[in-house]
Every structure is written in structure tokens, then in C-alpha cells.
């Protein structure tokens, strides 16, 4: 299978985990104590792809020279700060998890701009796990998995927004499901744009280290007890085992 169609088959996978997130809260019997530990060790094993192996890759990419380390560093931090801006600057705040404050999102713009920020990061999952199997089938798999590991939770959230911001389940559900299209958008852009890599990459890569060490770890950092601290050190030990298997 070529990488182009490998990444959408892998796109509409992180897609539907989006969906199924939002199901979650729509349907209130479905247990939703297992999403910590989606947040937890997604986190974990996040950051160590962005760190070990999308960084890396993006400065290989540039070039190593100081012009291309410049860039590949000025597009990571693009990236980083691309989604503080639309996610904590031009929304109100919001968390990985079921949103509890109403009281902030009672004016349904408020809502809808939460999901929008949402959506500028789902965008870049999607833009990373074509970028990552352009460059070879490890990295693309890694970030697929690095990837994954949030999308129930970032599903979740969306839905729980827009529930907080007293839209109906349909909406909230639908609102989970533009983020999975908002991915899948991403993986077609980096796919018509594929001579692109070495930007797609390090904007990618500035994104995931946004995702990861802004948004989930202090959510992990909220939990009591170490367990959920511990799952952190799962996530980041699972990217080690994966290198000495398949790496």
C-alpha cells in the first residue's frame, strides 16, 4: 500500500476514534473512567515522538546546515504556539475532559470557538501522520499511534463543550465528528501537498508538543495518586520498546 493510502486508511481510523469519543458522552450509560488513562499515556508517549523522533526528522529534512536548523526550529515553535493562540488565546478556557463550568460557554459562540481551536490541531494529527509515512513507514506508524492515543479524549471534549454550551447531543456528537473530518482534511492536504514534507513535519511536530506538555499533561498532573503520573512513564516507555522491536 502506498503511504498516500496508507494515511487516509490511517486518517479515517483516528477519525472515527473521534466519533466514538463523542459517542461516549452522548450516551450516558457508556463508562467513561478508562478516558484518564487514554490522556495519560497518550501524553507520555506523545512527547516522546515529537521529541525523538518528529523533531529529529524535521531538522534532517531541512537540512543540517544553520539555515535549516533555523527553519526547522522556527516551524516547530509555529507550530507550538499556532495552537496556544487558537486553543487558550481566542477560546475560552477549556480541558481535556468533561467540561463542568456551563457557566462559560452560555453564549454558543463561546462554544463553537472551543471547537474550532479543537479543529486546528486535529487538522495538524492529520497533516503529521501523512507527513510522518511520507518520510518512512516507522514514522508514520508511530505518529498514527501517537495520535490514537488522544483522539477518544479530544472527541470527548468537543462533544462535552458543546453539551456545556446547551446545544443538543446530535450537535455534540456532530461537533466530535467535524474534529475526525477536520483530521481527515489534514491527511489529504499533506497529501496534494506532499513536496511540502519539510514544513508539514516540523509544524506537526510544534503542534504534538503543544498537545502533549500544554494540554495533557496538566490534565494528568490534576489527577490524585500516582497512577495516573505513572501511565506517563508507560506512554514513554512503550515508544522505547517499539524502537527495539520494529524501530
Do not use: C
Not at 507550538?80 to 453564549?107: D, K, N, S
Not at 472551543?114 to 508514520?140: C, K, M, R
Not at 461537533?175 to 481527515?184: D, E, P, V, Y
Amino acid at each position: 500500500m502506498s503511504p498516500i493510502a496508507l494515511s487516509i486508511l490511517l486518517g479515517l481510523t483516528a477519525a472515527a476514534a473521534n466519533g466514538f469519543g463523542g459517542a461516549v458522552i452522548v450516551q450516558k450509560d457508556w463508562g467513561r473512567s478508562y478516558l484518564r488513562y487514554f490522556v495519560a499515556l497518550g501524553s507520555g508517549f506523545m512527547l516522546a515522538t515529537a521529541l525523538l523522533e518528529m523533531v529529529p526528522e524535521s531538522i534532517r529534512q531541512a537540512g543540517l546546515t544553520p539555515a535549516g536548523l533555523n527553519k526547522a526550529l522556527l516551524l516547530i515553535l509555529a507550530g507550538y504556539f499556532l495552537v496556544h493562540l487558537f486553543e487558550h488565546t481566542v477560546t475560552p478556557h477549556f480541558h481535556f475532559g468533561e467540561e463542568t463550568h456551563a457557566e462559560e460557554f452560555v453564549a454558543a459562540h463561546k462554544g463553537y470557538s472551543v471547537l474550532f481551536g479543537l479543529a486546528i490541531h486535529t487538522f495538524f494529527d492529520g497533516i503529521a501522520i501523512t507527513s510522518g509515512f511520507l518520510v518512512s513507514p516507522w514514522l508514520g506508524w508511530v505518529i498514527f499511534l501517537a495520535v490514537f492515543l488522544h483522539k477518544i479524549p479530544e472527541g470527548f471534549t468537543a462533544a462535552s463543550v458543546m453539551i456545556a454550551s446547551g446545544r443538543s447531543k446530535r450537535v455534540a456528537w456532530a461537533a466530535s465528528a467535524l474534529l475526525g473530518a477536520a483530521t481527515l482534511a489534514g491527511v489529504l492536504t499533506m497529501a496534494v501537498f506532499s513536496h511540502s514534507v519539510s514544513a508539514g513535519l516540523p509544524l506537526s511536530a510544534g503542534v504534538t508538543l503543544y498537545v502533549a506538555a500544554s494540554d495533557l499533561i496538566p490534565e494528568v498532573n490534576k489527577e490524585p495518586g500516582i497512577g495516573m503520573a505513572a501511565m506517563v512513564f508507560v506512554g514513554l516507555g512503550s515508544l522505547f520498546v517499539l524502537h527495539h522491536f520494529f524501530g
